[in-house]
């Protein structure tokens, strides 16, 4: 094993600042205790999604700011969310390999900028590409967290939000510009702009808007615009189960709980309820509310009727029960005399019969 016991203490040895985000079901901010305590096997990773840790390490200069390094990294848990050690010996292991074998040196005899570590992940079987959205939104808050500028797509979606009264010309939005703008609801009044027009927004800027809006914390206004569109749109049925799954990935910040769950509730019970793009969105993005017994007993009464079959439920129990909080209530949902035969037959399907 290296001389650095951890990869909170490697980086914390190098000339750079940094940031740690938790990359799994949305990007939040992780503490560099916290995951140093998780990296020591003291506590287990708080936010779990697959069965692994998806992180990124933000590296960069104060100085040059504008270069700065990302790292993602996927390390797998064991059964009770904690890192396997042995996964981290062999990632730190890789890493100072490939800084040694990159720089002609040990790393950090002479320790250096940020860039020197551009290229470590190379070949690192633990490191992964983020999808397209979450990467535009990394970026953007890549660049807030650096006090660096927004992309140059981000001046046409601030205008666009900004404007109101031709919403229908959308066409010549960037990604990344809606990302940004998104990101930075607290400047320049974005998040109040965005509220007023959201209700209003073509389907195409809503669903973007919707996959950053999972990475935000709204207000109370912009909660309520998402939360009012989710249940019109439900109530209505005219959209597809794409714009209701990307309407359950924005309402997951919202701050409101018992809102949330009377609203998911009307999801569930809506013709939606049990298609495999809104169970999955309800279910990696709004898994908090789920502690509710009001809205954990009706989703798996509806996930047990998944259209997706036994594969769908298998596949997100196995992920939700990961959870230690979700895991004991779920499995007291399990055991209920009052579940449904649809219930017990894919409770069965899981476990075998034997379980019950």
């Known amino acids: 094993m290296s001389r650095f016991e951890?990869?909170?203490?490697?980086?914390?040895q190098t000339e750079a600042q940094f940031r740690i985000f938790d990359m799994g079901r949305c990007i939040d901010k992780l503490s560099v205790d916290?995951?140093?305590?998780?990296?020591?096997?003291?506590i287990p990773y708080p936010k779990p999604f697959l069965h692994q840790a998806w992180i990124a390490v933000l590296m960069w200069?104060?100085?040059?700011?504008?270069?700065?390094?990302v790292w993602f990294l996927k390390l797998p848990l064991d059964e009770q969310g904690f890192l396997v050690q042995a996964?981290?010996?062999?990632?730190?292991?890789?890493?100072l390999q490939n800084l040694t074998n990159s720089q002609g040196k040990a790393p950090l005899d002479q320790p250096g900028d940020a860039t020197e570590y551009r290229d470590a992940l190379k070949d690192n079987p633990f490191s992964f590409t983020p999808d397209q959205e979450k990467m535009a939104?990394?970026?953007?808050?890549?660049?807030?967290?650096?006090?660096q500028p927004a992309s140059s797509f981000y001046s046409p979606a601030q205008q666009y939000f900004q404007r109101g009264s031709d919403l229908q010309q959308w066409d010549q939005l960037g990604y990344q510009g809606i990302a940004d703008f998104v990101i930075r609801h607290q400047d320049e009044n974005n998040e109040a702009n965005l509220a007023t027009v959201f209700n209003d927004l073509p389907d195409t800027p809503l669903e973007?808007?919707?996959?950053?809006?999972e990475h935000i914390h709204p207000g109370n206004d912009l909660s309520a615009a998402i939360l009012q569109k989710l249940e019109q749109v439900t109530d209505a049925g005219e959209v597809s189960a794409n714009q209701i799954g990307a309407l359950?990935?924005?309402?997951?910040?919202?701050?409101?709980?018992?809102?949330k769950v009377t609203v998911l509730k009307q999801v569930l019970s809506s013709k939606y309820g049990t298609e495999a793009e809104v169970i999955a969105a309800l279910a990696s993005r709004c898994w908090a509310c789920l502690q509710y017994p009001e809205l954990l007993q009706p989703f798996l009464e509806t996930l047990a009727v998944n259209q997706a079959g036994q594969e769908c439920f298998n596949r997100v129990m196995a992920d939700l029960m990961f959870i230690p909080t979700l895991r004991a209530l779920t499995l007291q949902q399990f055991r209920s005399p009052e579940r449904s035969e649809?219930?017990?037959?894919?409770?069965?399907?899981?476990f075998g019969d034997g379980f019950l």
């Open 61 to 69: 200069n104060p100085k040059q700011a504008q270069e700065n390094v």
């Open 208 to 213: 973007a808007a919707c996959t950053f809006l």
């Open 248 to 259: 359950l990935r924005a309402v997951s910040q919202c701050p409101d709980d018992q809102q």
């Open 34 to 42: 916290s995951f140093r305590k998780v990296e020591m096997g003291q």
């Open 87 to 95: 996964a981290r010996d062999d990632f730190l292991n890789r890493l």
């Open 6 to 12: 951890t990869l909170t203490d490697f980086i914390r």
């Open 342 to 350: 649809a219930l017990s037959k894919a409770i069965g399907g899981m």
């Open 137 to 147: 939104a990394f970026h953007a808050t890549a660049t807030v967290t650096t006090r």
